[in-house]
């Protein structure tokens, strides 16, 4: 036989290399096969949402602000959405125990909350190791809802009839006026650090239990000025116990139309509310995000839902996910400052 015709045996590195590639390509085939049924799946779970009932986390107790404006807009979304949204109300260490708790949860459009944002966003920051949180990495926005002014309120003590003139008293006090607030980290106590900023005022900060003691005090002029919410100002301005100097929004409050906003008082600048909205854990789907935010809109263009939102002292209003996005991040960064210059240390 000539070395033409002579036959060679197998190279065994070309035999186990074809081994491989044929036992990759069977195993491939599965595996993108399971990858297209899951694809397809949580597609047509996507197109189906919801099939069954939402549950929508208040993260505070019966009755307060948040907890009226979430079932307002509860019971409206199970309308738009055709689903029951249950509420459930899970309070604790300031609102972070319900907020953390959503934001560990699945991320399928199943689990809600309705949280107060601007707490949310000083609570991430002011108590980083503990919250449970983060507002740009835990959460995925789906709306903000309402905003809640803050009235800048003095005691009958005070001789001070306009903000101006509470701003000349403060600075001729030596050691300057008292200000109670409803708690260390609160949004009032971080309100009433950028005042003392924005307008050059020594004050001296006096933190309580809730709203309902600080203003007390005020009236029986144990402190002499708390910036709160209006629904837990506005019964004891009309009731004449309190003076309300400003309120701390670009425009007035219809509710309180005689009293001028901080811009038209001197202080120009000056805005701060409370803002509440709706946010799903991160990762849920962007159809269900689109989806929850098409029922929101639809929710939020109901007069009576906006009749009820003023009722509790707030102002609807209504936010893509992307302008929610970006107004959570403006707190976070806002009050991020504000807790670093004022060197505030959580309790």
């Known amino acids: 036989m000539t070395a033409a015709h002579r036959s060679h045996p197998p190279n065994r590195r070309a035999l186990l290399g074809a081994a ?7 195993l491939a085939l599965p595996t993108a096969a399971r990858a297209a ?28 602000a948040t907890d009226v404006i979430g079932r307002v807009v509860g019971q409206r979304l199970s309308l738009a959405l055709g689903q029951p949204v249950v509420v459930e109300n899970r309070a604790g260490a ?25 707490s949310h966003s000083i609570n991430s920051v002011l108590m980083a190791s503990t919250a449970g949180f983060t507002m740009d990495k835990s959460f995925a926005p789906i ?7 803050l009235v800048v309120t003095v005691g009958p003590s005070v001789k001070a009839a306009s903000l101006g003139e509470f701003i000349a008293l403060a600075k001729s006090r030596p050691g300057g006026l008292n200000y109670g ?14 005042f003392k900023r924005q307008a050059g ?4 900060h006096v933190p309580y239990k809730g709203s309902t003691p600080a203003l007390n005090d005020l009236m029986g002029g144990q402190v002499d000025v708390v910036f709160d919410t209006l629904p837990a100002t506005q019964g004891f301005i009309k009731g004449g116990r309190l003076r309300a100097l400003a309120v701390t929004t670009a425009q007035r409050v219809p509710s309180i139309a005689d009293i001028p906003t901080t811009a038209e008082a001197g202080l120009s600048g000056f805005e701060v509310t409370s803002m509440f909205g709706l946010l799903a854990p991160a990762g849920t789907p962007a159809p269900i995000v689109a989806r929850l935010s098409g029922a929101l809109k639809e929710v939020m263009g109901q007069q009576e839902v906006k009749d009820a939102l003023v009722a509790q002292g707030a ?29 505030i240390q959580p309790d």
């Open 315 to 343: 102002m609807p209003t209504f936010t893509t996910p992307a302008e929610a996005r970006t107004q959570i991040a403006e707190e976070v960064a806002r009050w991020s400052a504000v807790i670093r210059q004022a060197g």
């Open 94 to 118: 300031a609102g972070n125990l319900g907020a953390a708790a959503v934001a560990k949860e699945k991320p399928d459009g199943y689990t809600l909350l309705l949280g107060a944002l601007t």
């Open 181 to 194: 607030s409803s708690g260390n980290g609160s949004p009032q106590h971080l309100a009433a650090e950028l």
């Open 201 to 204: 005022v020594p004050l001296t």
């Open 37 to 64: 049924a899951d694809a397809a799946s949580n597609a047509a779970a996507n197109a189906g949402y919801p099939a069954r009932p939402i549950k929508l986390v208040i993260p505070y107790t019966p009755g307060g």
């Open 143 to 149: 709306g903000v809802v309402g905003r809640v002014p």
């Open 20 to 26: 491989l590639l044929t036992l990759g390509a069977g």
